[in-house]
């Protein structure tokens, strides 16, 4: 039993440059999300998804864009990325019913040149 | 390596003794509150919740206290063990939108080392 699986663990990009960020999770949770975490800053919320086929914005979704493929999978992708893009990009899943917790992933370190 | 950057503020405690960490959380009308722990190079874990009806829950060696007066949370550690070393994130969740959301805003976090 995995959890939450993103790949890649690292990733030097240039300005302009595209990527998407995988993230899996195998704990049939319905709700997914993506966070940034930045230097001396809390996680802020990029994109939510509180089912399969549905998505939402967080509180920082400018340069971003996601897709809930299946229950399974949440990707996130950067279409021109941007050296304020540097960070630390964390997937979660969260179970339904009962203690609300979020299941985090091992995290995305992320270079912007 | 680590994840979070070089200004948090830094709670430095010897081994055996009890850690308190402290949270100032913004919005009064926040209902559900979690800690988690963060060790270097992963993510973070939960470790302990508290909804607002409460004003203390104990777990295994953690207790979380809520001051809704005064919109604090404290975390409280027993006997600390080198292990405990990490970051440690508060996290309140605000009522939204409809029923589907469920979106936590985390504090800035709060490093606790731990001298053997």
């Known amino acids: 039993n995995a959890g939450v699986t993103q790949t890649p663990k690292f990733q030097v990009l240039k300005t302009g440059q595209s990527m998407t960020l995988q993230c899996a999770q195998d704990m049939n949770h319905n709700s997914m999300y993506w966070y940034r975490q930045d230097p001396g800053m809390g996680l802020r919320l990029i994109y939510y998804s509180a089912s399969e086929g549905t998505t939402d914005k967080g509180e920082v979704p400018n340069g971003y864009n996601v897709s809930r493929l299946n229950k399974r999978e949440f990707s996130l992708r950067l279409e021109s990325a941007a050296p304020s893009q540097t960070s630390v990009y964390f997937c979660?899943?969260?179970?339904?019913?009962?203690?609300?917790?979020?299941?985090f992933g091992s995290g995305t370190q992320l270079s912007v040149l | 390596g680590e994840s979070v950057g070089l200004h948090l503020p830094t709670l430095s405690v010897q081994e055996g003794d009890n850690s308190i960490i402290n949270c100032a959380y913004s919005n009064s009308a926040s209902d559900y509150f979690i800690w988690y722990k963060q060790e270097s190079g992963k993510g973070p874990q939960f470790i302990i919740d508290i909804r607002s009806n409460m004003d203390k829950r104990q777990g295994q060696r953690v207790t979380v206290l809520l001051n809704k007066t005064v919109k604090h949370l404290s975390l409280q550690i027993a006997a600390t063990q080198p292990g405990d070393s990490a970051v440690y994130f508060c996290?309140?969740?605000?009522?939204?939108?409809?029923?589907?959301?469920?979106?936590?805003?985390f504090g800035s976090g709060t490093r606790l080392q731990v001298q053997p």
């Open positions: 996290a309140e969740n605000k009522p939204g939108r409809g029923t589907g959301r469920r979106a936590l805003t």
């Open positions: 979660a899943s969260l179970g339904v019913g009962g203690v609300e917790k979020l299941f």
